[in-house]
C-alpha cells in the first residue's frame, strides 16, 4: 500500500529524526533529552528560526522572489511562504526535505497553491534538488535557505562541494543563507558558582 507516493516500509517513525523533534514519541523523547543536557538549545533554536524570518524579509525586500528552503523539516510558524508572500504575494517557495513523512505532513499544512511547492529530495543529492523546476525557475535570481542543515552532513558527504553546485547554477542576483544553531546564541546559564559574569 502507498500512502502519498510513498510505500508503508519506506517510512519509518521507529527512529528520530531532526526534522520532526515533536512529532513521534521517538522524536520528543530525543528532543526532550537533548533540551536536558543542554537546555540553551531550546533559546538556539528560537534564534534560528527568528534568524530565519529576518533572512527571508530581507531577501524578498531586496526583489528576490523564488526561494528554494532546503532541509525545511516540518514547516512551523511562520512557515516560510507565509513570512515571504505576505508583503509579496508573487513570491514562489519551494520546501525540499529528504524525510518522506515530512514530506507527507508538509504536504497537507502547505496546501495545493502553486505558488508553493513541496519536493522530496536530499541536500546530498543537489542535481535533484535543482531538477525540480515546478516552482523555481532558475532562469531569475533564487534565495536559497540552508538553514540548520550543512550541519547534519559529514565531511565525507563533502558538503562544500554541495553548496558549490547549489551557487553554480544560481542565477545573477541570487543569494544563499546558510545558518546553524549556535550556543552562542543563548544567554550564560548561572553556574553552582553563581551567576555569569556582567
Not at 549556535?182 to 555569569?196: D, E, H, V, W
Amino acid at each position: 500500500m502507498r500512502q502519498d507516493g510513498f510505500r508503508a516500509e519506506e517510512i519509518d517513525t521507529s527512529g528520530p529524526h531532526p526534522a520532526r523533534m515533536d512529532t513521534y514519541p521517538v522524536d520528543r523523547d530525543v528532543g526532550d533529552a537533548l533540551a536536558a543536557a543542554a537546555p540553551e538549545v531550546r533559546v538556539g533554536l528560537r534564534a534560528n528560526r527568528a534568524s530565519l524570518g529576518r533572512a527571508v524579509r530581507y531577501v524578498v525586500g531586496s526583489g528576490v522572489r523564488q526561494i528554494l528552503g532546503i532541509g525545511t523539516g516540518l514547516p512551523t510558524s511562520p512557515k516560510v511562504h507565509e513570512a515571504a508572500q505576505e508583503p509579496a504575494p508573487d513570491v514562489r517557495v519551494a520546501h525540499v526535505d529528504n524525510d518522506p513523512i515530512v514530506h507527507t505532513h508538509a504536504g497537507v499544512l502547505l496546501g495545493g497553491s502553486g505558488a508553493t511547492g513541496l519536493v522530496l529530495g536530499d541536500l546530498r543529492d543537489p542535481w535533484v534538488v535543482v531538477g525540480h523546476r515546478r516552482v523555481i525557475d532558475f532562469d531569475d535570481p533564487v534565495a536559497v535557505l540552508l538553514v540548520a542543515v550543512l550541519y547534519f552532513r559529514t565531511d565525507a558527504e563533502r558538503p562544500g562541494e554541495v553548496v558549490a553546485v547549489l551557487c553554480d547554477v544560481l542565477p545573477a542576483g541570487s543569494s544563499r543563507t546558510p545558518r546553524a544553531t549556535s550556543p552562542t546564541a543563548a544567554p550564560p546559564r548561572p553556574s553552582a558558582a553563581g551567576p555569569p559574569p556582567a
